[in-house]
């Protein structure tokens, strides 16, 4: 047990405080109450401008505002850990704060062509700290300096798949199947052509990895599937939702990995189509669905979230970067979202992902060995700071097919990582 004082108890002091705390497992007790600070017995934390004997950090002022404003930042240093200083004072609390709710993204002006905020953009790409889980690295400073046991990290990891074309070939009907096939003899693409026919002809088409993908699930119990099944358009290029065989795939893979929805790239704009995607999964499913991860990752905040707890997801998985390896909130630990606009803690749980495979091969250009070393740096960053170690593959990226040609060997590496 922990007592902190504090100049008020403010909705911004209750996250942060739980993030450090109580997210850990350990008690703690916020108070206004000076007399009652210095006469406690437990363990204290002053978190005020008053003078105290106990452990103090002066706090800068963003943790006791209620709107959103434009910050002074710097970098700066706290003890050994770079953090950040808010007008001149350096407060590894708010940082935490600012960080974890992803501040710098509202009523941001700078978005890339998918409307999303650009990790260029970001202090994590300024200061370099995207690799590292700085959110955590700051708890875990303030918990040791006030003296506290820290309890044991459990790391679990996690696999989680996009399906945003179920196959290449199969099931492509009508419309969608001539005009690809129109597509491929305009471009003289015989490789496309020669594989269509061979996969009509009853061999695996490239992207059918769902036996993978199963074994995969039955090895780790909280694998999950991200399905898109919104109609198509430019971005949105799935196989249709109506094909009876398709709804038997969705149904056979969610008795072993839990089925989500992949919200389309077109529902970001548009809370109504959401409801419909969400709907018709679960039509097919038989159940509500309650976690969901955006195509493209499409998330503005606050508005992306907003639309999800309004159609009933309470859990989310699209917390990371395209173009980035690393952790975009500051830490792998499963948190309750803080929405700024309204300066409430929400019921929507925000599940960071670590990596993507997109990221390493399409965006940095890696090589299959430079993924595994970046990989295991990130797991070791996770094993020595906590929280579950969530990684995005698609079913058509673990085939050895096209670009992916060796890549199924750095998802087996991710998967035996507790092994290294």
């Known amino acids: 047990m922990i007592l902190v ?12 405080f739980d993030f450090i705390f109580k997210l850990r497992g350990i008690h703690y007790e916020l108070t206004t109450s000076v007399e009652f600070f210095e006469e406690s017995s437990f363990k204290k934390f002053n978190y005020t401008q008053h003078k105290s004997r106990s452990f103090s950090i002066q706090p800068s002022a963003l943790l006791q505002e209620n709107e959103w404003r434009e910050q002074r930042i710097s970098k700066a240093l706290f003890e050994d850990e770079e953090c950040l200083s808010f007008d ?51 708890a875990k400073q303030i918990i040791e300096l006030t003296h506290l046991s820290l309890p044991q990290n459990e790391t679990e990891i996690v696999p989680t798949f996009d399906i945003d074309n179920t196959f290449a070939y199969q099931l492509k009907r009508g419309k969608q199947k001539y005009l690809s096939i129109l597509k491929d003899v305009i471009r003289l693409n015989i490789n496309r052509l020669s594989e269509r026919k061979k996969v009509q002809k009853g061999e695996v088409d490239p992207y059918d990895t769902f036996a993978t993908i199963k074994n ?42 839990e089925v989500n929805l992949h919200p389309s790239y077109a529902s970001n704009d548009d809370f109504s189509t959401i409801l419909k995607e969400k709907k018709a999964l679960e039509d097919v499913l038989g159940r509500k669905i309650s976690s969901s991860r955006q195509h493209f990752l499409r998330l503005q905040l606050p508005t992306t979230f907003q639309a999800l707890q309004k159609a009933e997801f309470s859990h989310e998985y699209s917390m990371g970067f395209a173009e980035a390896l690393g952790f975009r909130c500051g830490t792998a630990r499963a948190h309750q979202w803080f929405d700024l606009s309204k300066n409430e803690v929400t019921e929507l749980t925000v599940h960071p992902f670590v990596y993507m495979d997109g990221t390493l091969n399409e965006y940095m ?32 990226t673990i085939g050895n097919y096209g670009i992916w040609k060796g890549w199924s060997e750095v998802l087996d590496f991710t998967l035996n990582l507790e092994d290294e």
């Open 88 to 138: 001149e004072i350096i407060d590894p609390i708010a940082s935490i704060f600012y960080v974890l709710t992803r501040f710098e993204e509202y009523n941001s002006t700078k978005m890339d062509e998918h409307n999303r905020f650009p990790f260029s953009e970001s202090i994590l790409k300024k200061y370099d700290w995207i690799e590292r889980a700085k959110c955590d690295r700051w």
């Open 216 to 257: 995969v699930a039955l090895r780790f119990p909280k694998t999950k599937l991200f399905w898109l099944v919104g109609k198509r358009a430019k971005k949105d290029r799935n196989i249709s939702l109506s094909i009876a065989e398709h709804q038997a795939l969705i149904k056979e893979m969610d008795a072993v990995a």
């Open 5 to 16: 004082l504090v100049e008020e108890i403010t909705n911004r002091i209750q996250t942060t």
């Open 365 to 396: 250009k890696l090589s299959v060995e430079q993924s595994k070393m970046k990989i295991k740096e990130l797991y070791c960053e996770v094993k020595q700071y906590g929280g579950d170690f969530v990684f995005l593959w698609h079913n058509e």
